[in-house]
């Protein structure tokens, strides 16, 4: 696991934004493709901005296949809808060779059995695909994607992609699962502002229940990066 500290939210996503071009260099070099997950929420919004206006040249876009952590069940010009934000900061200025979205417009396991099916397809496989980066957020209560405390997702290992009924919602997500999560050869958190601090330091530095905190749960090979704002690491030891 690493972690990595910047003064500002601004910095922080600044950050991303280069790490995200070198992990699409690297993968493009070694596998002719970038296959990429993307987190929702208002996070990363900075972040894709970056990419859209600084780096429209300084990645093979045509080679970069664009898929979702997690998405509302909305249709996608709804404005909580992931993929609405995901467009308008950068979707739509740059030239991605294809985006996968998540159909929440759709009954919810429907969209969830639909989206497990593109990933077979897309990546011809039966074994658990393997993305080259997912980007994660966590919510104050220490979900991440749509893996919410308490919630059926967070034990499914024979699925990629499930509907999660969220109580305290009173909505179901569709969520990629823990083992098509942990898959990944990088997994990066994008943690931003003080309301998280306490959370982070939760995940990070406890043994807290994975049920109540299920970023904890994200163990991928060599463990995630995590890449934080002070505010939100202002808690951590
Ligand atoms: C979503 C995201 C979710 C998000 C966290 C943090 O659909 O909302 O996938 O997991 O990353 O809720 O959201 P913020 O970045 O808005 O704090």
Excluded: C
Excluded at 151 to 170: F, G, H, Q
């Amino acid at each position: 696991m690493s972690v990595y500290v910047y003064d500002t939210p601004e910095e922080l996503a600044g950050a991303a934004a280069r790490e995200f071009a070198d992990r699409a260099g690297e993968a493009i070099a070694e596998r002719g493709r970038f296959a990429v997950v993307l987190a929702g929420g208002s996070t990363p919004e900075a972040m894709y901005g970056i990419l859209a206006s600084d780096y429209d040249d300084q990645i093979d876009w045509s080679k970069v296949y664009v898929f979702f952590g997690d998405e509302r069940t909305v249709p996608p010009h709804h404005d909580d809808s992931n993929h609405k934000m995901a467009s308008e900061a950068l979707l739509d200025h740059v030239p991605v060779a294809n985006v996968h979205r998540m159909r929440g417009e759709l009954p919810p396991d429907e969209a969830a059995a639909a989206y497990e099916e593109e990933l077979r397809t897309f990546f011809r496989t039966e074994e658990v695909p393997r993305f080259d980066l997912i980007l994660l957020g966590i919510g104050a209560d220490g979900h991440t994607a749509s893996l919410f405390p308490e919630t059926a997702a967070l034990e499914v290992s024979d699925r990629w992609v499930v509907a999660n009924p969220v109580l305290k919602l009173d909505a179901a997500r569709i969520t990629l699962t823990v083992p098509v999560i942990n898959a990944a050869r990088t997994v990066t958190f994008l943690v931003a502002g003080e309301d998280k601090a306490e959370t982070l330091k939760k995940i990070l530095e406890s043994d807290a229940d994975p049920r109540a905190y299920p970023a904890r749960l994200i163990q991928p090979q060599g463990g995630p990066e995590w890449m934080l704002d002070r505010a939100a690491a202002s808690a951590l030891s």
